[in-house]
């Protein structure tokens, strides 16, 4: 099984009594938001980086995308 550390995170009492209303694995469900927001984040960095990357290129024409298909299709 997969090593695990612990967290303590703080609500309010009203939310602390709704949350008992509910339901559900509140640890499980709180992993996945923290895992989803791991995974946005990535995405946001690594859409960061694609963007400053095409400012440092030019841009390539259709034709010349399709020469490299053909190029490559006859190897």
Do not use: F, G
């Not at 469900?29 to 963007?51: P, T």
């Amino acid at each position: 099984m997969e090593q695990t550390d612990q967290i303590t995170v703080k609500v309010p009492h009203e939310l602390k009594k709704n949350m008992k209303q509910v339901k559900i694995n509140w640890s499980e469900y709180i992993r996945e938001c923290v895992q989803n927001k791991i995974e946005e984040q990535k995405m946001r960095v690594a859409s960061a980086r694609l963007d400053e990357i095409r400012k440092h290129t030019k841009p390539t024409s259709t034709e010349e995308i399709v020469a490299w298909i053909r190029e490559d299709r006859e190897r």
